[in-house]
């Protein structure tokens, strides 16, 4: 027999997982940065090797001065420097790259919580405002009026607050040009209709 995965478990679970993938590229991004150092050293020798370079005359009485007493050629290592330097650049290029992604992805889950919390708190103070429940004689009126104009001054103002908090999240996230941004203005126009509909 099946279990039944309880959607919201599920999210938490991609959320806590994404946020650890960002913490581990985090690492490994720095890993990457650690070994900036090196690549410049290895510079600085190709630099100097270069400059010790020395002329050659060749048979047909041309004189090349890029040779080294190891043979190799100033050419060689300034054509494998140039690969290492490259490699190096699309590496620091992709890290920065994902590390994008992963943010991106994070402040999707979290953007989708606070909306999941969000319309449950609006839900819930939907069926407290279409409750029936009209007293049963004068005072009892009074009361429930009062309660209800309490109820809705303050669902007003702390709801407004919190529309407004994650409708700025939303389109902070779209301005930046976040790879979900349709998704993202979909989930607002949902939670802006819903908080339309409690009003």
Same mark, same amino acid.
């Given at each position: 027999?099946?279990?039944?995965?309880?959607?919201?478990?599920?999210?938490?679970?991609?959320?806590?997982?994404?946020?650890?993938?960002?913490?581990?590229?985090?690492?490994?991004?720095?890993?990457?940065?650690?070994?900036? *150092?090196?690549?410049?050293?290895?510079?600085?020798?190709? /630099?100097?090797?270069?400059?010790?370079?020395?002329?050659?005359? =060749?048979?047909?009485?041309s004189i090349t001065h890029n040779q080294?007493?190891?043979? =190799?050629?100033?050419?060689?290592?300034?054509? /494998?420097?140039?690969?290492?330097?490259?490699?190096?650049?699309?590496?620091?290029?992709?890290?920065? *790259?994902?590390?994008? /992604?992963?943010?991106?992805?994070?402040?999707?889950?979290?953007?989708?919580?606070? &909306?999941?919390?969000?319309?449950?708190? &609006?839900?819930?103070?939907?069926?407290?405002?279409?409750?029936?429940?009209?007293?049963?004689?004068?005072?009892?009126?009074?009361?429930?009026?009062?309660?209800?104009?309490?109820?809705?001054?303050?669902?007003?103002? &702390?709801?407004?607050?919190?529309?407004?908090?994650?409708?700025?999240?939303?389109?902070?996230? &779209?301005?930046?040009?976040?790879?979900?941004?349709?998704?993202?203005?979909?989930?607002?126009?949902?939670?802006?209709s819903a908080w339309e509909d409690l009003?």
């Open positions: 027999q099946q279990q039944s995965v309880d959607p919201k478990s599920k999210t938490v679970k991609d959320e806590l997982n994404a946020q650890n993938q960002l913490k581990k590229h985090l690492q490994l991004e720095g890993e990457v940065e650690d070994h900036a *150092e090196q690549i410049r050293q290895l510079g600085e020798i190709s /630099r100097q090797l270069c400059s010790e370079a020395y002329e050659t005359q =060749h048979p047909d009485g080294l007493i190891s043979g =190799h050629t100033t050419d060689a290592i300034v054509k /494998r420097q140039m690969q290492i330097d490259k490699l190096y650049a699309s590496l620091k290029d992709l890290a920065q *790259e994902r590390r994008q /992604r992963l943010e991106e992805t994070v402040k999707l889950f979290m953007l989708h919580r606070d &909306i999941d919390d969000l319309e449950q708190w &609006i839900a819930d103070k939907s069926a407290v405002a279409s409750s029936n429940e009209l007293g049963s004689d004068f005072e009892q009126v009074v009361l429930l009026k009062e309660r209800f104009a309490q109820f809705a001054q303050d669902t007003k103002q &702390i709801g407004q607050e919190r529309v407004n908090h994650v409708t700025y999240v939303a389109n902070a996230l &779209i301005d930046s040009g976040h790879a979900d941004s349709a998704l993202i203005a979909q989930w607002n126009e949902q939670l802006n009003l």
